[in-house]
């Protein structure tokens, strides 16, 4: 059984950092595109950031680029969050799916082909 399980979400200063985690479980990273989405109160769930092992790509929203970092070890998949702005504010998800229905970039990275979802791990940034 495929399992996603996040962390590291809280409340910060505008300017501030996080890192998320995401644990997963029941899957091997090659073959897969894995990364997190996040969803504002009111706003569509939109892709952030994607990484996939094999090959090794890793892609950004324009919205974060340059301040957030993704990487993956050991089974988990982090999102370093640098210079964060109360538009971050959201509640963040790890997902994944097969190299087959999508891949990291802005057009392949999209909701409605993620197979697996986390539960989320909210993210408060205050001004």
């Known amino acids: 059984e495929v399992q996603l399980v996040e962390s590291g979400g809280g409340l910060v200063q505008a300017g501030g950092s996080l890192t998320l985690s995401c644990a997963t479980s029941g899957f091997t990273f090659g073959g897969y595109a894995i990364g997190w989405f996040r969803q504002a109160p009111g706003k569509e769930r939109e892709g952030v950031s994607c990484?996939?092992?094999?090959?090794?790509v890793t892609y950004y929203a324009d919205s974060v680029k340059g301040r957030f970092t993704i990487s993956s070890a050991n089974a988990k998949v982090y999102l370093q969050m640098d210079s964060l702005k109360p538009e971050d504010t959201a509640f963040y998800y790890c997902?994944?799916?097969?190299?087959?229905?999508?891949?990291?970039?802005?057009?392949?990275?999209?909701?409605?082909?993620?197979?697996?979802w986390g539960k989320g791990t909210p993210v408060t940034v205050s001004s």
């Open positions: 990484i996939s092992i094999s090959p090794g």
């Open positions: 997902a994944a799916t097969t190299l087959n229905r999508g891949h990291c970039s802005g057009y392949g990275f999209v909701a409605h082909v993620m197979d697996y």
